[in-house]
């Protein structure tokens, strides 16, 4: 009887040979759950803008495992002791920390999941795992949460210098080819260590983090908050808005049933914990359950349907303005006007076909889960109060702006 090889090499584009060395974590990245972050893109709809965004959640997820060995080994090598198992649960937590998103990433995370953020979906398909696994995330899980007693395992996690951040900067700046973006991971690494039971990075690495602190505002204005990219969401976010109206007065429209479902009704956090059958509906779905969509509803007889439809597949995007200043309501009213009159459509329903709000960019914020220097005299201070570049201190403050979009063949 031939026993399966659960020890393999996959090819990474960014970082090379990625080695899977523990049988546990193939089972999870061979798991259903997982498997469809192939399906998954990293970056939304920003593919509409850089041609190359095209990787996904799945991409993302093994850098990061492979990331978190390299950060683990380097820690290890300046004599802080790491079990087997730690390293391990680090892997798992690491590589499962996306699991919960959903279609299109962040895009949708306000329509079709209202108020329920992917990380706790994360955690709820941790827990499915654990049950499936018989407990063998448990570990991972108290990482994941933050409930281990080494705080450190989890600041490797979720803070402003985590395992997710090195991996997605450098993964998103190499597939969209903003160069700008790109960020020394390897320099970063060789500086992380541990001191009180936090996670530190030693005085010679200081300007490493300053330009990772400088790739991460570029990449935001760039990539994750491009304009064009924004107009996209956006339309996106109206086309499912208007598909869930439509279904929830009677009408039929054929999607995915895990989809169907979504839009028919709204679901809590709780309900999703409380029923499996709903997690594993959600564990089903994935990209190509929304642009299918799109593509049966770009024939329907609701014309903001359709036509919001016809137009992101064939990216036809809206027009828009984004500005420090803020966005007038007389403005507002005049777009909503003059959609009313071009499409002779219901002032009501005109705001399906454009879109207002702010976008904020936080590259840095001082104090909290700080990113925090460890100086030559063993004393641990704040990356914006150690730099001595003014620009770091202006980069720990959010930025905002406001945008408003519409088509274009409105005129304003």
Request: one cysteine or more; hydrophobic letters at 40%; proline letters at 2%.
């Amino acid at each position: 009887m031939n026993i399966l090889n659960k020890k393999k090499i996959i090819n990474d584009p960014v970082y090379g040979f990625i080695s899977i060395q523990n049988e546990l974590i193939f089972d999870l990245i061979q798991h259903p759950y997982f498997q469809r972050l192939r399906y998954i893109k990293q970056l939304g709809l920003s593919s509409l803008v850089y041609p190359g965004a095209e990787h996904t959640r799945f991409h993302h997820a093994l850098g990061a495992m492979h990331l978190m060995e390299r950060v683990i080994n380097t820690l290890r090598s300046k004599g802080i002791e790491i079990s087997k198992e730690e390293l391990n649960a680090a892997q798992i937590a690491i590589l499962l920390h996306d699991i919960g998103h959903g279609p299109l990433s962040h895009a949708l995370e306000e329509t079709l999941l209202v108020d329920i953020h992917h990380e706790s979906l994360s955690y709820l398909f941790m827990k499915s795992l654990n049950q499936q696994y018989n407990g063998a995330l448990d570990l991972a899980i108290q990482f994941f949460r933050n409930t281990y007693h080494r705080k450190f395992f989890h600041q490797l996690i979720s803070s402003q210098l985590d395992i997710d951040r090195l991996d997605y900067l450098q993964r998103d700046s190499f597939f969209t080819g903003v160069m700008e973006g790109t960020i020394g991971v390897d320099r970063i690494i060789s500086m992380l260590s541990v001191h009180n039971d936090e996670l530190v990075v030693e005085e010679k690495g200081i300007y490493s983090i300053e330009n990772f602190l400088h790739s991460r505002r570029l990449m935001y204005w760039q990539v994750y908050l491009h304009k064009t990219a924004l107009a996209a969401e956006r339309m996106m976010i109206n086309i499912i808005r208007r598909a869930q109206y439509l279904s929830r007065a009677g009408e039929a429209l054929p999607a995915s049933e895990a989809l169907k479902n979504l839009l028919m009704n709204s679901y809590t956090l709780t309900e999703f914990s409380e029923r499996p059958e709903l997690l594993d509906a959600f564990g089903q779905m994935d990209d190509h359950d929304i642009w299918g969509a799109l593509k049966l509803w770009r024939n329907h007889p609701d014309l903001i349907l359709s036509g919001l439809c016809n137009r992101l597949l064939t990216r036809e995007l809206f027009q828009i303005v984004l500005s420090t200043d803020p966005i007038r309501k007389t403005m507002v009213e005049k777009v909503r006007q003059e959609i009313h009159q071009v499409y002779g459509i219901l002032r009501k329903d005109a705001h399906y076909l454009f879109s207002w709000g702010t976008v904020t960019n936080e590259a840095y914020v001082s104090g909290g889960k700080s990113i925090n220097i460890l100086n030559k005299q063993g004393t641990v201070i704040d990356i914006a109060l150690a730099s001595d570049l003014p620009s770091i201190k202006a980069i720990s403050k959010i930025v905002e702006k406001n945008y408003l979009c519409w088509p274009k063949n409105v005129s304003l």
